[in-house]
């Protein structure tokens, strides 16, 4: 499967985005998708994940303010920011595997998007 993703930004602190990461090549339905991010000089990290049932988990300081969600329909999924910090500034990636596990290393993904950078200013 294809993944692009966009929807990055620069934004104030405290404000939204909204990233989309669409696929193509194959229904995503029986996928396990995923967001990632890196920060400058620091290593790729997980940030949220949603299965094949639409169930949803998160990297602890993402909680409550990030939301993953999937329509297997448009083949995309979508990652709702909101009370972005100057922390959450990264290249965002989208990832996916087939599969319908809790999956959050990277090389649990087999299939990633380019990126899109997103930068909250303080």
């Known amino acids: 499967v294809q993944l692009q993703a966009c929807g990055g930004g620069l934004v104030q602190a405290g404000g939204s985005l909204r990233l989309s990461c669409a696929a193509s090549?194959?229904?995503?339905?029986?996928?396990?998708m995923g967001w990632f991010r890196q920060a400058p000089g620091k290593e790729r990290e997980f940030v949220a994940g949603?299965?094949?049932?639409?169930?949803?988990y998160y990297t602890d300081s993402v909680k409550g303010r990030f939301t993953i969600s999937r329509d297997n329909a448009k083949s995309t999924v979508y990652l709702q920011m909101n009370s972005l910090k100057p922390e959450d500034t990264a290249v965002y990636y989208c990832?996916?595997?087939?599969?319908?596990?809790?999956?959050?290393?990277?090389?649990?993904?087999?299939?990633w998007g380019q990126g899109t950078q997103v930068t909250v200013s303080s």
């Open positions: 990832a996916a595997r087939e599969g319908w596990g809790l999956y959050r290393q990277q090389t649990d993904f087999a299939s």
């Open positions: 090549g194959r229904t995503i339905s029986n996928y396990v």
């Open positions: 949603i299965r094949p049932t639409g169930s949803t």
